[in-house]
């Protein structure tokens, strides 16, 4: 057991490097749009949140994004945030900064949780168990100082390593155990309908869409996969050379998601999660091509024999995360029967999540996929009647061939999350504050003949053919989201 939970430090190094990379290139992301997402005269006012608060991520009031909705502000919390991602990659005060990128993740994700990914939940989830491990003990500035804490072993344990190496467990089982739906563990079509739903395709999805019975394949490789995953990280026989392996194949597996699907920094986040679980084995193998004499072992270091890994002393209570662990097996499993976008009800482990960070739920496309391409647009009204797209004045989203890929040099591409977010927690506060923002935006910028007197969220959904069979007359279900009418006290 000691074996199966134990980590090297110089992939803990690794593993802090990796997240730091992500964190830092994020908040970068995220400070293009800084005045729309995160301000009060943006997409999400403050008062917003306050009255109607999101059923997931994290309670607002933990954020100091919170204190101020003023643009000086939120960039003085990014450019804090960006000082201490860069001692994180660094490694520089690692505990402390490790410590303060979390919460400041935290604070900004409570500030605007409608655009919030898979690639956000792990990266604070993963920033939390790291508090509890030394992850500046390699490839750090702090090693290299003359008070650096010595190890006796490269390969240590302790209940932080066992909550890292489970909560990337957790991740893909519980991303695999609700795809119950015909489409995953019957006919195994689900790729082939989450491809065609248009929202998150990539050119090389379109280009499989040609080839059902590959994505056939590929359907029961990822749900086989999936539920795989912490049996294989697990398993007590060959450990060290298995890894190797499934680090090898879960990095093409999410390398594969990126190229078929816009997942935002999902795939590069999962890849930078694997590399805490590369074996001494990896790092043996390295200096034997690489001879350096910092990627080595410590018996090579100081000529010691090394007996298994070192167990460290957890940090505070020994009690408290075996305690978080069970907490979230147990959230994980509360998901699944009260999903947060089907459900306002929130219970004490709702509220705990969102005080820790903790809060999770994996299971998308479970348990069954969308059978309908999918398009999500902001539009307003003139007052002759004619529509036009707020992100994209110059393009008709219900003439455009459904097939239409969002460029990355378009505003909207940046945006489209938090559409998103509206389409699948329909929340009328947060759309009608957004659609609010982008009528007074409109109005501000055209001229008068131009001006816009409505404007709504529109859904339009067109039925998929089933794999090898042509519908000559789709079903085309076009749907209101959220209609905004300003009034004279707006």
Same mark, same amino acid.
């Given at each position: ?363 998308? !496309? @479970?348990?069954?996929? /969308? #059978?309908?391409? *999918?398009?999500? &647009?902001?539009?307003?009204? $003139? +007052? ?45 506060? !947060? @759309?009608?504050?957004? /659609? #609010?923002?982008? *009528?007074?935006? &409109?109005?501000?910028?055209? $001229? +008068? ?42």
């Amino acid at each position: 057991m000691s074996e199966l939970f134990a980590l090297d430090l110089r992939s803990l190094g690794l593993f802090r490097i990796g997240i730091a990379l992500i964190l830092l290139y994020d908040l970068l992301l995220r400070s293009f749009e800084l005045s729309f997402f995160y301000t009060d005269l943006g997409a999400t006012p403050r008062e917003v949140l306050w009255h109607s608060p999101f059923p997931m991520g994290i309670v607002w009031w933990i954020s100091p994004h919170m204190l101020s909705g003023s643009f000086a502000w939120q960039a003085f919390l990014f450019i804090l945030s960006a000082l201490f991602g860069v001692a994180l990659l660094l490694g520089y005060r690692t505990s402390w900064a490790v410590a303060i990128s979390w919460f400041l993740l935290m604070g900004s994700q409570a500030r605007q949780p409608m655009i919030l990914q898979g690639n956000d939940v792990l990266l604070r989830c993963a920033l939390f168990w790291s508090i509890f491990v030394p992850l500046g003990a390699r490839f750090s500035l702090d090693s290299l100082a003359k008070t650096a804490t010595t190890y006796h072993s490269n390969r240590i344990l302790s209940w932080g390593t066992a909550a890292i190496i489970l909560q990337l467990s957790l991740v893909y089982f519980n991303a695999g155990i609700p795809k119950v739906s015909y489409e995953w563990r019957g006919d195994f079509n689900a790729l082939y309908y989450v491809l065609n739903m248009d929202y998150f395709t990539n050119p090389f999805g379109y280009w499989l869409l040609q080839y059902p019975a590959i994505l056939v394949l590929l359907t029961k490789a990822t749900l086989l996969l999936e539920v795989s995953v912490p049996f294989l990280l697990l398993m007590p026989l060959g450990n060290a050379y298995l890894r190797l392996i499934l680090f090898a194949i879960m990095v093409g597996f999410h390398l594969g998601i990126y190229l078929c699907m816009d997942v935002g920094l999902f795939s590069f986040m999962c890849i930078a999660y694997w590399l805490v679980v590369l074996p001494s084995l990896f790092w043996d193998k390295l200096t034997a091509v690489i001879p350096w004499k910092f990627l080595g072992s410590i018996t090579e270091v100081t000529g010691t024999k090394i007996n298994g890994p070192e167990v460290l002393a957890t940090p505070g209570p020994r009690w408290l995360i075996p305690c978080l662990l069970i907490f979230v097996m147990v959230m994980n499993y509360q998901r699944y029967l009260n999903p947060p976008m089907v459900s306002d009800e929130a219970t004490v482990i709702d509220t705990v999540g969102r005080i820790t960070g903790l809060d999770q739920y994996w299971a998308m !496309f @479970s348990p069954g996929v /969308l #059978k309908d391409g *999918l398009k999500i &647009w902001a539009e307003g009204t $003139k +007052a002759d009647g004619s529509k036009v797209n707020l992100f994209n004045p110059n393009q008709d989203n219900r003439q455009s061939d459904r097939r239409m890929i969002w460029g990355k040099e378009d505003s909207y591409a940046r945006k489209r999350f938090l559409i998103w977010g509206l389409y699948e927690f329909p929340r009328d506060p !947060f @759309s009608r504050a957004f /659609l #609010k923002m982008m *009528l007074e935006e &409109w109005n501000q910028t055209h $001229k +008068a003949e131009d001006q816009i007197i409505s404007a709504q969220i529109v859904s339009l959904k067109t039925q998929t053919s089933p794999p090898y069979q042509t519908i000559e007359s789709p079903t085309i279900n076009e749907k209101t989201l959220m209609h905004y009418i300003p009034q004279p006290k707006d």
